[in-house]
């Protein structure tokens, strides 16, 4: 069974303060690793897919990098407005996502 | 483009009450997800349809969930009749095509049961 875990759980940053949240994961047939931003009462908002080793993405303040076992979404000089649930999944060759708990950030202005 | 709309935003029932959840996809996605979140669990797959077809139903954690996409264009889950553990998050997720794979989600319809 597909296994994501995420780390921290909870991230509190003072703005301008850059960071970093960790997904790693256990699939069987990676055809993607996805990152989504959710804000309260709102559905998960899709940030990044990255489908193999070595790949990365910038959007903004975001980062995500990607290697064999696990992903890292870096945030730099976060602002209040990136406060979220950042959420992780894993999709194998079923379509189905595999998501992690998600590590919620705070910035503090 | 309208995103994916879900309906009701929050339902309170009476455990073994029926609720029913809809959700309106993407205009023209021929794929409708659905997922839930319980209390301090992660998001969790459901079912997956195809147009009307269901294509994987492996998440759905028993009888008691019924889903239905008839004609292939929005989606109804129906829990009956509804047990405490029931109570989460309902998520609707849609996308174009099943190579797609980048899933639009809804705002998610909040089940309490009491």
């Known amino acids: 069974e597909d296994q994501v875990t995420q780390s921290p759980e909870a991230l509190r940053l003072q703005e301008g303060e850059s960071s970093s949240l960790n997904c790693s994961y256990t699939?069987?047939?990676?055809?993607?690793l996805f990152w989504y931003r959710q804000d309260p009462g709102k559905g998960p908002e899709f940030l990044f897919t990255?489908?193999?080793a070595g790949e990365e993405k910038e959007k903004e303040r975001l980062k995500a990098t990607l290697t064999k076992k696990e992903s890292f979404l870096h945030i730099t000089a976060p602002k209040p407005e990136d406060s979220a649930t950042y959420l992780c999944a894993v999709q194998a060759g079923d379509y189905k996502l595999s998501f992690g708990a998600g590590t919620t950030v705070t910035v503090r202005a | 483009e309208a995103g994916v709309t879900q309906f009701p935003s929050h339902s309170v029932i009476e455990k073994g009450q029926t609720v029913t959840l809809r959700c309106d996809p993407i205009?023209?996605?021929?794929?409708l997800y659905w997922y839930r979140r319980v209390m301090g669990k992660e998001i969790k797959f459901l079912l997956h349809f195809v147009k009307e077809s269901k294509q994987d139903e492996s998440g759905m954690p028993n009888n008691r969930f019924l889903a239905e996409r008839t004609g292939g264009t929005y989606s109804t889950l129906k829990v009956q009749p509804a047990e405490l553990e029931d109570s989460g998050v309902y998520f609707c997720?849609?996308?174009?095509?099943?190579?797609?794979?980048?899933?639009?989600f809804g705002a998610g319809s909040r089940l309490t049961v009491l």
């Open positions: 990255l489908y193999s």
């Open positions: 699939v069987s047939g990676l055809r993607g």
């Open positions: 205009s023209g996605h021929d794929n």
């Open positions: 997720a849609s996308s174009p095509h099943t190579g797609a794979n980048v899933l639009t």
